[in-house]
């Protein structure tokens, strides 16, 4: 059952390079053009859409925090992400040129199934994307895009959070093909990087040795604060998401720029705080910032774990513990930075014992409101 690991949450996280792949997997046409039939909206209707609304829990709303960058970079089109159990109650604004992409791995969250209700009511179209075939989610939905993650058992979310990131950034891509805007020659660049993405993954995983060593150092840490900016900042809340949920200890993320407005005075003495760097290429201006933020904690105290690209070399004056990951287009960075994070959540919940396929309290598919 579990392919000789100890655990299904690793075995997920090893999973990844394939779930990616699979997900990819038929959608990449042989001229490099997107082609996503299955979802089944016509392009007129997709040509129409004037704003784009998301709504997810837990994990799945980390990815459509991402791909809120995504969709607003590659579309031009006005996206909110909004947590599915508090999307209803505000009363949204929404009508048949508004698109909701509801994301769920089960298909199944209660919370979500609501929103989407809500939203179909109010006359929206909406799309699932889901990893559950015939599940409710998607039987409600206009259309689906399904992610190929293959079973998740773990409570903890990973492989199907890797998955929920390549639909995402499919559908970006996509609406941006479909409707064509000034990033024409980008969006083709893109979807030729995204087709490289397995092996990336796969790259980051082989080197995941220092991060279980350090996980294992931290074991009796009280809590730890994850930073990033851009799409580091969501990936920055995963990390802290799956620290909560399997080793029970305190865990805060933050947008980087945030620090200065209040989380800084938690800075004390040894407190481990990892910081998702951006890539110095592209968009310098934040990892310009970023390492000025690196600087600001350390000289307070802090012990610093910095994931950073191969070959960005201004940060490691001010890492304690420098995890490098592979060279990526900035909006694609989630795919490999989240990886080192849910190894470390993952190793240090062991350490301190705790079963981490079943963490207390939690279920894997939330079926009430
Ligand atoms: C975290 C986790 C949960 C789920 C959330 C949504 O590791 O697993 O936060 O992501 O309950 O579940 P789905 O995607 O099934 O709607």
Not at 99 to 118: F, P
Not at 298 to 309: L, Y
Request: hydrophobic share 45%.
């Amino acid at each position: 059952e579990k392919g000789g690991y100890d655990y299904f949450m690793l075995k997920e996280i090893a999973e990844q390079p394939k779930a990616v792949a699979d997900t990819l997997l038929g959608r990449i046409g042989t001229d490099g053009r997107l082609t996503l039939d299955e979802v089944r909206i016509e392009d007129r209707v997709l040509r129409a859409v004037d704003k784009i609304v998301i709504v997810a829990c837990g994990t799945a709303f980390h990815a459509g925090m991402i791909a809120k960058y995504a969709i607003e970079h590659w579309t031009r089109l006005p996206c909110e992400v909004e947590l599915a159990s508090e999307f209803r109650y505000r009363d949204p604004i929404l009508d048949q040129q508004t698109l909701v992409i509801a994301i769920s791995q089960s298909g199944e969250t209660m919370d979500t199934l609501m929103a989407l209700r809500h939203a179909r009511e109010q006359g929206a179209k909406v799309l699932a994307i889901c990893n559950t075939n015939g599940s409710t989610i998607p039987r409600e939905s206009d259309a689906v895009l399904y992610t190929h993650a293959g079973p998740e058992v773990a409570v903890a979310s990973t492989k199907a959070f890797l998955t929920q990131l390549v639909a995402c950034y499919l559908v970006a891509l996509y609406l941006g093909q479909v409707r064509g805007t000034k990033w024409g020659d980008e969006i083709n660049t893109v979807i030729r990087q995204l087709a490289d993405a397995p092996r990336q993954v796969e790259e980051v995983l082989g080197t995941m040795e220092p991060v279980r060593e350090l996980a294992r150092s931290l074991s009796s840490a009280s809590a730890v604060l994850f930073l990033g900016r851009h799409v580091g900042y969501p990936v920055a809340l995963e990390g802290a998401l799956k620290l909560k949920e399997l080793a029970y200890m305190h865990a805060e993320g933050f947008a980087a720029g945030e620090l200065k407005h209040g989380p800084i005075a938690l800075i004390e003495q040894d407190l481990p705080v990892v910081v998702v760097v951006p890539s110095p290429r592209g968009r310098s201006v934040l990892h310009d910032k970023i390492v000025s933020n690196i600087q600001e904690i350390r000289a307070r105290g802090a012990r610093t774990i910095v994931i950073a690209e191969e070959g960005d070399e201004t940060v490691a004056p001010y890492a304690d513990h420098l995890i490098r990951i592979p060279v990526t287009p900035t909006l694609l960075q989630p795919l490999v930075s989240t990886v080192p994070l849910q190894v470390f959540a993952c190793e240090l919940a062991t350490a301190r014992g705790h079963e981490v396929d079943q963490p207390r309290n939690l279920a894997k598919s939330v079926t009430v409101e």
